[in-house]
């Protein structure tokens, strides 16, 4: 299985921070598999932000919650990040990555996005 993160590198504060995830070698839709977008920022620990998964439902971190969209495009086989009103608190990597009942098994690069005007 392989997970790519794509989407801009850079991003205004206030507008609304958009990545994708295209997965290869393994449906999104499968049983028992979550699907989900964790970040972090220079110098600090990894945050996790929120998952979807086999069935479409979702779950998000408390704290991001009220700003943030994970939703799938099953045809592509793909999941999307969506995080608003961002600030430049929100650079970071992000990374998505395929979780199961115990582990984050399989992880993308990750892609560095930038907040600033």
């Known amino acids: 299985v392989q997970l790519q993160e794509s989407g801009p590198g850079l991003v205004k504060p206030s507008q609304t921070l958009s990545l994708t995830c295209t997965v290869s070698?393994?449906?999104?839709?499968?049983?028992?598999?979550?699907w989900t977008w964790i970040r972090q920022p220079p110098g600090k620990g990894l945050e996790w932000m929120g998952a979807?998964?086999?069935?479409?439902?979702?779950g998000y971190s408390p704290s991001l919650k009220s700003r943030t969209t994970i939703s799938r495009d099953t045809n592509k086989n793909q999941f999307t990040l969506q995080l608003s009103s961002v600030t430049p608190e929100d650079t970071a990597v992000y990374y998505c990555?395929?979780?199961?009942?115990?582990?984050?098994?399989?992880w993308g690069k990750g892609t560095m996005v930038t907040v600033s005007s």
């Open positions: 979807i998964v086999y069935s479409g439902s979702t």
């Open positions: 070698g393994g449906s999104i839709t499968t049983s028992g598999y979550g």
């Open positions: 990555a395929r979780v199961t009942s115990s582990a984050y098994d399989f």
